[in-house]
Nanobody, 120 residues
Framework: VQLQASGGGLVQAGGSLRLSCAAS????????MGWYRQAPGKRRELVAS???????NLSDSVKGRFIISRDNAKKSVYLQMNSLQSEDTAVYYC???????????????WGQGTEVTVSS
């Protein structure tokens, strides 16, 4: 199983970016998919997550600015980031809680990270 994240880059404050993450490989089911970020010198933190039924959870710091969505058929999760601020600068990681087959236990898989830099 692999998670491939993309969409990061350099953007000016106030701008927007859209991150994408697609899961591939032998996958039976995916429960929660989400985005985390880690800024230099800081701990990795949850940005947003979404269940297979579409229930969302966003951190207070991004509510009203970021939108998380997913396409179950494409095994993908997206993060639309608007009104970006310098504090959003970080490496963003996607993850997914999934089962590889019906007998497998739920495990968490991580993408490789995509860097977002917001210039002020």
């Amino acid at each position: 199983v692999q998670l491939q994240a993309s969409g990061g880059g350099l953007v000016q404050a106030g701008g927007s970016l859209r991150l994408s993450c697609a899961a591939s490989g032998i996958i039976y089911s995916i429960n929660v998919m989400g985005w985390y970020r880690q800024a230099p010198g800081k701990r990795r933190e949850l940005v947003a997550s979404i269940t297979s039924s579409g229930r969302e959870n966003l951190s207070d710091s991004v509510k009203g600015r970021f939108i998380i969505s997913r396409d179950n058929a494409k095994k993908s999760v997206y993060l639309q980031m608007n009104s970006l601020q310098s504090e959003d600068t970080a490496v963003y990681y996607c993850n997914a809680d999934l089962r590889r087959n019906r007998y497998d236990r739920m495990s968490t898989y991580w993408g490789q990270g995509t860097e977002v830099t917001v210039s002020s």
